[in-house]
T-cell receptor, first 114, second 112 residues
Framework: AQSVSQHNHHVILSEAASLELGCNYS??????LFWYVQYPGQHLQLLLK??????LVKGIKGFEAEFIKSKFSFNLRKPSVQWSDTAEYFC????????????FGKGTMLLVSP | DAEITQSPRHKITETGRQVTLACHQT?????MFWYRQDLGHGLRLIHY???????NKGEVSDGYSVSRSNTEDLPLTLESAASSQTSVYFC???????????FGPGTRLLVL
C-alpha cells in the first residue's frame, strides 16, 4: 500500500518569502500526485496534479510542484507567498492501478504573517 | 452549477446513537468517497463506492457503513456513535476512470 509523508506539520513565513513544502511517497509503481489546499473553514480544493509528462507542474494561484521520480518526491513551491495563502496543504497520491482512491499526507499548516 | 453538498454541516449527538451523514452530488460522478479529518492524521478514507450497489471499505471503516442506491447519494451511517468518531467528515466524488476528486464542504460531528 502506498503512503505519503509531509515533512513539516507547521510552517510560518512572512509575506513575500519563498515557500517549499516537502512531500514524499512510498510506492514502487506508477503514481498520480496531487496537492490540495484547505483554507480556514473551507473544503479541500485542488491546487495542482501530476499524471505524466513534464515533471514541473503549474497550478492555480502561482503554485507549482516538481515530480522527482528518483526521490519519490513531489514538493510544492511558490516564489512569493501572500497572507491569503494561509491554509493547510495536503499532498496525496493515487497508485495508477485503475483504482481511484487517494492516500493523503497528514498535512502542513502554513501561516503567512503580513 | 453542478456541486457536491453535505448535510448536516454540524451535528451533536450522544454515544450509542445512530447517525447518518448525507452526501449528494449533481455531477453524475460514478465514484464517491468518505473521509474523516483529524488533527495530526490528515484525511483518512472511510468507505468508497465506484457505482450503484458498489461499496468498499477504506482505511478506517470500523463503526461506519455506506449504501449506494443511486448515483447521486452516498450516505454515511455511524451505527453506534462513539466519542472517537468526533471528527470532520468530508465527502468527495470523481468521474469513473479519473483520479481527481472534488470535495464537499464537510460535516463537523461531535459525539458526547
Amino acid at each position: 500500500a502506498q503512503s505519503v509523508s509531509q515533512h513539516n506539520h507547521h510552517v510560518i513565513l512572512s509575506e513575500a518569502a519563498s515557500l517549499e513544502l516537502g512531500c514524499n511517497y512510498s510506492y514502487g509503481g506508477t503514481v498520480n500526485l496531487f496537492w490540495y489546499v484547505q483554507y480556514p473553514g473551507q473544503h479541500l480544493q485542488l491546487l495542482l496534479k501530476y499524471f505524466s509528462g513534464d515533471p514541473l507542474v503549474k497550478g492555480i494561484k502561482g503554485f507549482e510542484a516538481e515530480f522527482i521520480k528518483s526521490k519519490f518526491s513531489f514538493n510544492l513551491r511558490k516564489p512569493s507567498v501572500q497572507w491569503s495563502d494561509t491554509a493547510e496543504y495536503f499532498c496525496a497520491v493515487n497508485a495508477n492501478s485503475g483504482y481511484s482512491t487517494l492516500t493523503f499526507g497528514k498535512g502542513t499548516m502554513l501561516l503567512v504573517s503580513p | 452549477d453542478a456541486e457536491i453538498t453535505q448535510s448536516p454541516r454540524h451535528k451533536i449527538t450522544e454515544t450509542g446513537r445512530q447517525v447518518t451523514l448525507a452526501c449528494h452530488q449533481t455531477w453524475n460522478h460514478n465514484n464517491m468517497f468518505w473521509y474523516r479529518q483529524d488533527l495530526g492524521h490528515g484525511l483518512r478514507l472511510i468507505h468508497y463506492s465506484y457505482g450503484v450497489q458498489d461499496t468498499n471499505k477504506g482505511e478506517v471503516s470500523d463503526g461506519y457503513s455506506v449504501s449506494r442506491s443511486n448515483t447521486e447519494d452516498l450516505p454515511l451511517t455511524l451505527e453506534s456513535a462513539a466519542s472517537s468518531q468526533t471528527s470532520v467528515y468530508f465527502c468527495a466524488s470523481s468521474k469513473a476512470g479519473e483520479e481527481t476528486q472534488y470535495f464537499g464542504p464537510g460535516t463537523r460531528l461531535l459525539v458526547l
